[in-house]
């Protein structure tokens, strides 16, 4: 690859150089950028390491560009940022650090770029560039980083001890790197995990639902998952899908592996979705089996309830994992509760109240569920497989002609709570709730239809028999 070349199609590395050349400064391009550079993958975040003062040369390279962009400063880093376009541009002096020995604080100091290339993640992440016109686009690789990348390696360039125990959160940044990259963990660099997953209990729970969210978002999310469990890290933040794994016998009957069933579902719905939510309802899908789980010397295993017990660990998991508590946890809560409904739908008895009742439910996300019901279908076998989609195909169709007929998905109220309040003279009470809920029931078992007037005459007919009284005008 030439580097000037790939450089050239960019002006801020040309901008930078120049202005370094003239504070005398030699400066690098270094870290994800040159990573990604020599990958070919695209990336918005570029990182210049300098000999020197980091703020300062921000500093002069804002005033250099035209459009003088404001210089964002972290004094307690020593690094200063500016936006260039869609580029944030961050600026740092090289650094050391050196372990007194009574503090496990790190005193960080001026470095050269050896030493600073030395104290990050992985090799893949040293990787320098120098941007000085003396030797514009030389790369400098004194941890074989390019070699890393050939060989799909994730390593640490200096002792992996030393690495994780710097920072915990690599460990699940190597893990990271690897499902994103489709790369390996090098032996060495996984046995200093396997020795430091521990640790990971001093990292905050927002950056580890980044890393783990970013390894959800991987095109086959399954690969990280396994890293994260035989590492032993997921066991320290996520128990509950740890549970999942292990298959009990009693006699001739086992149950499937919930965990690789789990996985499987994940990977299958990661095929047609690129949305974190619906990748997360497939890893909540089945987590209340381990609870759930009972046997029947009849039937053998059984997970009876295990979706509304999974919809009810829900909001507890997602606080604790430092996930949104908001819509976005109801939405999941909402899937794995509903993640059974459509297969008991199959049945050609099945009544329209019962799709009606689905629909209601599931309103707009009705499709997403059956995304979910789709990909829950792992087994091995291929003609059971087909007849399983074959019949959600079938489903399918019934929530079409329904809900073309009935339009309960997203269901409004034909009859508003201040109309029964204004038709009788109510204020707001428990009665008028009644009065909505019982439509809204009519509606859902085909009593009456969809429609006002019949809305209306139901009401009318309720309320005579609750001994409400129209409200007169006199
Ligand atoms: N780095 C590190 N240890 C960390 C985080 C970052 O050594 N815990 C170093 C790596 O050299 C990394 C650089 O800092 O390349 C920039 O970090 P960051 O922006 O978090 O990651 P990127 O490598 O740019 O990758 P991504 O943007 O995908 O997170």
């Given at each position: 690859?030439?580097?000037?070349k790939s450089?050239?199609?960019?002006p801020?590395f040309?901008?930078?150089?120049?202005?370094?050349?003239?504070?005398n400064?030699?400066?690098?391009?270094?870290?994800?950028?040159?990573r990604?550079?020599?990958?070919?993958?695209?990336?918005?975040?570029?990182?210049?390491?300098?000999?020197g003062?980091?703020?300062?040369l921000?500093?002069?390279v804002?005033?250099?560009?035209?459009?003088r962009?404001?210089v964002?400063?972290?004094?307690?880093?020593?690094?200063?940022?500016?936006?260039?376009?869609?580029?944030?541009?961050?600026?740092?002096?090289?650094?050391k650090e050196?372990?007194q020995?009574?503090?496990?604080?790190?005193?960080v100091?001026?470095?050269?770029?050896?030493?600073?290339?030395?104290?990050?993640?992985?090799?893949?992440?040293t990787?320098?560039?120098?941007?000085?016109?003396?030797?514009y686009?030389?790369?400098?690789?004194?941890?074989?980083?390019?070699?890393?990348?050939k060989?799909k390696?994730?390593?640490?360039?200096?002792?992996?001890?030393?690495?994780?125990s710097?920072?915990p959160?690599?460990?699940?940044?190597?893990?990271?790197?690897?499902?994103?990259l489709?790369?390996?963990i090098?032996?060495?660099?996984?046995?200093?995990?396997?020795?430091?997953?521990?640790?990971?209990?001093?990292?905050?729970g927002e950056?580890?639902?980044?890393?783990l969210?970013?390894?959800?978002?991987?095109?086959?999310?399954?690969?990280?998952?396994?890293?994260?469990?035989?590492?032993?890290?997921?066991?320290?933040?996520?128990?509950?899908?740890?549970?999942?794994?292990?298959?009990?016998?009693?006699?001739?009957k086992?149950?499937?592996d919930?965990f690789y069933h789990?996985?499987?579902?994940?990977d299958?719905?990661?095929?047609?979705?690129?949305?974190?939510?619906?990748?997360?309802?497939?890893?909540?899908?089945?987590?209340?089996?381990?609870?759930?789980?009972?046997?029947?010397?009849?039937?053998?295993?059984?997970?009876?309830?295990?979706?509304?017990?999974?919809?009810?660990?829900?909001?507890?998991?997602?606080?604790?994992?430092?996930?949104?508590?908001d819509?976005?946890?109801?939405y999941?809560?909402?899937?794995?509760?509903?993640?059974?409904?459509?297969?008991?739908?199959?049945?050609?008895?099945?009544?329209?109240?019962?799709?009606?009742?689905l629909?209601?439910?599931?309103?707009?996300?009705?499709?997403?569920?059956?995304q979910?019901?789709?990909?829950?279908v792992?087994?091995?076998n291929?003609?059971?497989?087909?007849?399983f989609?074959?019949n959600?195909?079938?489903?399918e169709?019934?929530?079409q002609?329904?809900?073309?007929?009935d339009?309960?998905?997203?269901?409004?109220?034909?009859?508003?709570?201040d109309?029964?309040?204004?038709?009788?003279?109510?204020?707001?009470?428990?009665?008028v709730?009644?009065?909505?809920?019982?439509i809204k029931?009519?509606?859902?078992?085909?009593?009456?239809q969809?429609?006002?007037s019949?809305?209306?005459?139901?009401?009318?007919?309720?309320?005579?028999k609750?001994?409400i009284?129209?409200?007169?005008?006199?």
């Amino acid at each position: 690859m030439n580097l000037k070349k790939s450089l050239a199609t960019i002006p801020i590395f040309q901008q930078v150089g120049t202005v370094a050349d003239q504070l005398n400064m030699e400066t690098y391009l270094v870290g994800g950028y040159v990573r990604d550079l020599l990958l070919d993958r695209p990336s918005k975040d570029i990182d210049f390491v300098c000999i020197g003062d980091g703020i300062k040369l921000a500093k002069a390279v804002s005033a250099a560009l035209p459009e003088r962009p404001p210089v964002a400063v972290f004094k307690n880093f020593g690094t200063a940022m500016i936006k260039v376009g869609d580029w944030e541009v961050e600026f740092v002096g090289a650094r050391k650090e050196s372990y007194q020995r009574h503090s496990r604080k790190p005193q960080v100091e001026a470095g050269t770029l050896q030493e600073d290339q030395e104290r990050r993640d992985f090799t893949i992440n040293t990787l320098g560039i120098s941007i000085n016109e003396a030797n514009y686009g030389e790369l400098l690789d004194p941890f074989d980083g390019v070699k890393d990348l050939k060989r799909k390696i994730i390593r640490t360039p200096a002792d992996p001890e030393l690495t994780f125990s710097d920072d915990p959160l690599r460990m699940m940044r190597a893990i990271r790197f690897a499902a994103q990259l489709k790369f390996d963990i090098a032996p060495d660099t996984f046995e200093g995990i396997l020795k430091n997953a521990d640790r990971l209990s001093i990292i905050s729970g927002e950056r580890i639902i980044d890393e783990l969210n970013k390894i959800i978002l991987t095109e086959k999310p399954s690969y990280g998952f396994k890293l994260l469990f035989v590492s032993g890290l997921l066991e320290h933040f996520f128990p509950e899908m740890v549970a999942l794994q292990g298959v009990d016998s009693v006699g001739d009957k086992s149950h499937k592996d919930n965990f690789y069933h789990t996985l499987q579902v994940l990977d299958n719905v990661s095929t047609r979705t690129d949305s974190l939510w619906l990748r997360w309802a497939a890893i909540m899908h089945d987590i209340a089996k381990p609870a759930t789980k009972r046997f029947n010397q009849k039937v053998g295993w059984t997970f009876h309830g295990h979706e509304d017990k999974g919809a009810r660990m829900t909001p507890g998991i997602f606080r604790r994992l430092k996930l949104p508590m908001d819509e976005r946890m109801k939405y999941v809560q909402k899937l794995v509760k509903l993640h059974l409904r459509p297969i008991a739908l199959v049945n050609d008895k099945v009544t329209d109240a019962a799709l009606r009742r689905l629909l209601f439910e599931a309103g707009d996300d009705i499709d997403d569920l059956m995304q979910l019901c789709r990909a829950d279908v792992t087994s091995k076998n291929d003609h059971k497989v087909k007849r399983f989609l074959a019949n959600f195909d079938k489903v399918e169709k019934k929530l079409q002609e329904v809900e073309a007929k009935d339009q309960v998905r997203n269901f409004q109220p034909p009859v508003s709570g201040d109309e029964i309040m204004a038709i009788f003279g109510l204020k707001p009470s428990r009665v008028v709730g009644d009065l909505k809920e019982e439509i809204k029931e009519a509606i859902l078992e085909g009593q009456i239809q969809n429609n006002k007037s019949e809305a209306l005459e139901l009401m009318y007919r309720l309320a005579a028999k609750k001994g409400i009284e129209k409200k007169t005008n006199h």
